[in-house]
């Protein structure tokens, strides 16, 4: 199984609506991270989990709230959003243990629209 | 990381070998050049990396100068399904980087596979 599983696929909330998105994969990757992208920009780094522990947050606000329960697993919790936080969210894995580096396995996304 | 210039868009003919170029002058000696590439309303997919030596897999070959700081990206026989936005990006190995990959995407060249 080399796949990482993103759902939904599409979401659409109003901007009192609290939603999470999901994240899993099983291939024993021990790194998760979540992206942000734009329509017609590259993917920007949010956040990134290392052995379930947060490693990085990129200065993302607040109202986004990540989730590492278990090492197969990552969720992005939704909260109070802006419309300008429409967006193609993006979930990846790597594994460590190469020592010519690694590559990201990302998932298709979840087209977010916020009204 | 060492930045990366690439153009912002390319055609090629389907069947021909498409020959995508990546600029890296300020590049470090423990730094790889990854390639990734994006289909419509999809994730990211790795293609290849490599240190200084060329590389070749079932998807693409690598070429990097021998100063380092250039490198291209070669389909051999381009497809329609091969339309896509191709991401250069150059950052270091495992080893260097804590266990996981603080990947950032560039503007990347949008490759556009005529009939």
């Known amino acids: 199984d080399t796949e990482v599983t993103q759902t939904p696929k599409h979401l659409v909330m109003g901007m009192t609506n609290k939603k999470s998105l999901k994240c899993e994969q099983h291939?024993?990757?021990?790194?998760m991270y979540w992206y942000k992208q734009k329509a017609k920009k590259p993917p920007e780094l949010m956040f990134v989990?290392?052995?379930?522990?947060?490693?990085i947050n990129e200065s993302v606000p607040s109202r986004f709230s990540p989730e590492c329960p278990n090492s197969s697993l990552l969720n992005l919790h939704l909260h109070a959003l802006q419309p300008e936080d429409s967006a193609l969210y993006l979930c990846a894995s790597s594994q460590r243990g190469t020592a010519q580096g690694e590559k990201l396995f990302f998932g298709s996304g979840t087209q977010l629209s916020v009204l | 990381d060492a930045k990366t210039t690439q153009p912002p868009s390319m055609d090629c003919a389907e069947g021909r070998a498409a020959n995508l170029p990546c600029n890296h002058s300020?590049?470090?000696?423990?730094?790889?050049v990854y390639w990734y590439r994006q289909i419509h309303s999809q994730g990211p997919q790795y293609i290849i990396h490599?240190?200084?030596n060329n590389e070749t897999n079932e998807m693409a070959s690598l070429i990097i100068t021998e100063d380092r700081k250039s490198s291209t990206l070669i389909l051999p026989h381009a497809t329609l399904r091969d339309t896509a936005v191709y991401y250069c990006?150059?950052?270091?190995?495992?080893?260097?980087?804590?266990?996981?990959?603080?990947?950032?995407f560039g503007t990347g060249t949008k490759l556009q596979v005529i009939p």
């Open positions: 989990y290392s052995y379930e522990k947060l490693s």
């Open positions: 490599g240190l200084k």
């Open positions: 291939m024993g990757h021990r790194a």
């Open positions: 300020t590049i470090s000696g423990n730094e790889y």
């Open positions: 990006i150059v950052r270091v190995g495992l080893q260097n980087s804590g266990g996981y990959q603080k990947v950032t």
